[in-house]
């Protein structure tokens, strides 16, 4: 054998032996990334209360004045009186004013009855109410993930796109409430 073919076989046996080691310290390591399978955003709906309010206009009856109706009794007996003596003479002309006095005090309490509950105020109010107010509120994403040929899910608090980050066998990950992979 000549010394040309000596180093070559010297030189192989180094090369196969460095290439070998580095791609058994890579075996032993483990995979620098986990694959993602899917990446599902966790979402809820948050409904929150909020007042809104309006002003009304509202039409009531107006305040009475005169509760039993004097004025309009009073009135009526009055003119009906007046009236009822215009009819007839002697005792007649009595009956007559005191039948009179009788019908008008009742005409007048029930005009007076009438005016007072056609009489309206019209006022306004402030009325108000609750309303709810919907959105989304994103709680993060469960991630399907794979590494070294085992599957797992875990919640993360981003999509993080097509691989994780794998240090030391364990996935990197920068939510606070992940859960260790299964």
């Known amino acids: 054998?000549?010394?040309?073919?000596?180093?070559?076989?010297?030189?192989?046996?180094?090369a196969v032996t460095a290439?070998?080691?580095?791609?058994?310290?890579?075996?032993?390591?483990?995979?620098?990334?986990a694959e993602v399978i899917s990446a599902k955003e966790v979402t809820e709906k948050?409904?929150?209360?909020r007042k809104e309010c309006s002003d009304v206009a509202v039409t009531h009856q107006a305040p009475v004045k005169d509760e039993h109706r004097i004025a309009g009794t009073a009135i009526g007996a009055v003119l009906g009186g007046v009236l009822g003596n215009q009819v007839g003479?002697?005792?007649g002309k009595?009956?007559?004013?005191?039948?009179?006095?009788?019908?008008?005090?009742?005409?007048g309490n029930k005009v007076q009855q009438n005016m007072q509950e056609s009489d309206q105020v019209t006022g306004t109010e402030r009325r108000c109410k609750t309303?709810?107010?919907?959105s989304t509120k994103t709680l993060g994403y469960d991630v399907t993930y794979r590494l070294n040929d085992?599957?797992?899910?875990?919640?993360?608090?981003?999509?993080?796109?097509?691989r994780i980050p794998v240090r030391n066998g364990q996935l990197e990950l920068t939510s606070t409430g992940a859960n260790s992979p299964s």
């Open 94 to 107: 009595t009956l007559a004013t005191v039948a009179g006095a009788a019908g008008g005090g009742y005409t």
């Open 150 to 162: 085992k599957q797992g899910v875990v919640r993360m608090d981003h999509n993080p796109g097509q």
């Open 89 to 91: 003479g002697g005792k």
């Open 131 to 134: 309303v709810y107010d919907s």
């Open 19 to 33: 290439v070998g080691g580095f791609a058994g310290y890579k075996a032993m390591k483990g995979a620098d990334y």
């Open 1 to 14: 054998m000549d010394k040309s073919m000596i180093i070559g076989i010297v030189a192989g046996a180094v």
């Open 46 to 49: 948050v409904r929150t209360p």
